[in-house]
């Protein structure tokens, strides 16, 4: 999830909550015959929202956004992975430093003035209800080799798909890295129509011949519990 499609598809602080937040959106990954959950938690502060996203294959996203989602700073931590690091936005420079692979990074990308979005899960949900027919540009760390991409969304329609055996009015918005390299990945999303919450997304991580598709999907919204 929130690997672009990754979460992502995927859907997520350097600075801690006060207190502890609930998870408030359950949802579950499956690729091939691995099955894990996803639990996202957040809260939102008068200055900032903290979003923390939780996969039991080990990954935790800490994120720090501004009121429109905008991340201005990030931690991602993968233990079996043997990564773990931080990043934050200054302006048009992203500074990233901690291991990734096993491997100490100190890593400073230029960026422009387009948004930076870790869990695109929760950063786009404003722009699926929009149904602008310009493309979001946004800028991505990708959490498994570190590196900062810019990214393009576009919506592709709208139409009614299965969530939890239940018909649900959804947005199609599909993303992929700008550029070239838009041939060589891309995730297809779907947002509630009505509010916006994401839904569900599939993306094939990874080029190799009969890599199994990843599908997240939501499967519960503990919301107004």
Not at 62 to 83: H, L, Q
Not at 148 to 153: C, V
Not at 193 to 214: C, M, N, Q
């Amino acid at each position: 999830m929130t690997r672009a499609g990754a979460l992502g598809v995927y859907f997520s602080l350097l600075v801690a909550a006060p207190t502890p937040a609930q998870v408030i959106l359950v949802y579950g990954q499956s690729a091939g015959s691995r099955v894990d959950r996803i639990d996202v938690s957040e809260e939102v502060l008068p200055d900032r929202a903290i979003q923390v996203i939780s996969v039991t294959s080990g990954e935790t996203y800490r994120i720090e956004s501004d009121d429109a989602w905008r991340v201005n700073a990030c931690e991602f931590e993968y233990p079996s992975g043997d990564t773990s690091w931080a990043a934050r936005r200054d302006r048009n420079s992203l500074r990233l430093d901690g291991i990734v692979q096993g491997r100490a990074v100190h890593r400073t990308f230029a960026i422009d003035e387009h948004p930076w979005y870790e869990s695109v899960e929760q950063s786009l949900q404003a722009y699926a209800l929009s149904g602008s027919p310009r493309p979001r540009l946004f800028w991505i760390v990708e959490p498994y080799g570190g590196n900062a991409y810019l990214m393009t969304g576009r919506i592709e329609g709208r139409e009614v798909i299965e969530v939890n055996g239940s018909p649900v009015d959804a947005v199609r918005l599909v993303v992929r890295p700008a550029g070239v390299l838009s041939f060589i990945w891309s995730s297809t999303n779907w947002f509630s129509a009505r509010d916006g919450t994401f839904l569900k997304s599939e993306s094939v991580r990874g080029v190799l011949p009969f890599t199994p598709t990843t599908v997240v999907e939501l499967q519960e919204d503990r919301r107004g519990q």
